[in-house]
C-alpha cells in the first residue's frame, strides 16, 4: 500500500492514538493535532491524503475547520462527534465533510470508510494504464472520466469527489430508480448502516451543481432517484 498520509484530529489523545495504531497497522503514515489551530496549520503544510476531524475541538471548532479547508481544497474530510444528532450530521455534510462518524466508534469502521474515501477521491486509473471509462454525452452534458470533469454545454462544472461519483452512476443508470440504500453501495462503497441522509445531502448539492443541465435529477417518492434526460417533470 502506499504510504498516504492521514492527519487525525481530536482533543482526547486516547482517541488519537488508538485511530493512530490501527491505520498504522494498514500502512498508512499519521499525523496528528489537538486543536482547530494545529488542524488547520498541518493540513496546510502537510497537505494530507485525508482528514479525520473532530467537531468539539478548543480554540476553532471542527466545523469551522472544515468549513475553512473546503474553501481552500478538496481535501477528503471524515467528521467524528460525541453526538449522534441527525442535526450534527447534516451541518457536518452541508460544509463540506465527505463522511461522518458518531462516538464511540469501532476503529475498524473507520479505517474502512477512511478507505472508501480515499478510492473515491483518487483518480489515477488512467496513468496507472488501465482503461478509462468511454466519454458519457448526453445532451449538453459531457462526463469525460480521463479528465474527471463534467461540461455543460461547453461550460466546465466543479464539482466535488462525491457529486461526481453521484452523477456519472446516475447517468450509467440513466432513467433507472437508484434506492438510497443501492446509491450508497454504488457510490459510498460500502453500507452505511440504513442513514441514507447523506444521499439527500449530496442530491441536493448536484442539483445546485448542474442547473442548466439538459439532464435532470427527479426523486421518486417512497423509492429513492433517477436521471432523465429533459426537464418535463418536476425534478423535485
Known amino acids: 500500500m502506499a504510504s498516504e498520509t492521514i492527519l487525525v484530529v481530536d482533543d482526547e489523545r486516547n482517541i488519537v492514538e ?18 482547530g489551530n494545529e488542524a488547520l ?8 491524503a485525508l482528514l479525520v476531524l473532530d467537531i468539539n475541538l478548543p480554540e476553532v ?11 481552500e481544497s478538496n481535501l477528503p474530510i471524515i467528521m467524528l462527534t460525541a453526538r449522534s444528532d441527525d442535526v450534527d450530521k447534516i451541518v457536518g455534510l452541508e460544509l463540506g465533510a465527505d463522511d461522518y462518524l458518531a462516538k ?31 466519454l458519457i454525452s448526453l445532451g449538453n452534458t459531457s462526463i469525460d472520466d ?48 440504513g442513514d441514507t441522509r447523506t444521499v439527500d445531502v449530496h442530491i441536493a448539492h448536484l442539483r445546485d451543481r448542474i442547473e442548466g443541465s439538459d439532464l435532470v435529477l427527479q426523486t421518486v417518492r417512497g423509492s429513492g432517484y433517477k436521471l432523465v434526460l429533459g426537464g418535463a417533470e418536476d425534478a423535485r
Open 61 to 71: 471548532d471542527g466545523y469551522e475547520v472544515c468549513r475553512i479547508l473546503r474553501r
Open 104 to 134: 464511540p466508534f469501532n476503529p475498524r469502521e473507520l479505517v474502512a470508510r477512511i478507505k472508501a474515501v480515499l478510492r473515491r477521491t483518487t483518480f489515477t486509473a488512467t496513468a496507472n494504464g488501465r482503461q478509462a471509462t468511454p
Open 146 to 193: 480521463d479528465r474527471h470533469e463534467v461540461r455543460i454545454a461547453g461550460r466546465l462544472v466543479e464539482l466535488r469527489s462525491k457529486e461526481y461519483d453521484l452523477l456519472k452512476t446516475f447517468a450509467q443508470h440513466l432513467g433507472l430508480v437508484l434506492e438510497r440504500d443501492r446509491l450508497l453501495s454504488l457510490v459510498w462503497g460500502y453500507e452505511y448502516f
Open 41 to 48: 496549520r498541518k493540513a496546510r503544510s502537510l497537505k494530507p
Open 18 to 35: 488508538l485511530v493512530k495504531l490501527y491505520l498504522l497497522k494498514e500502512g498508512y503514515a499519521v499525523e496528528t493535532a489537538l486543536s
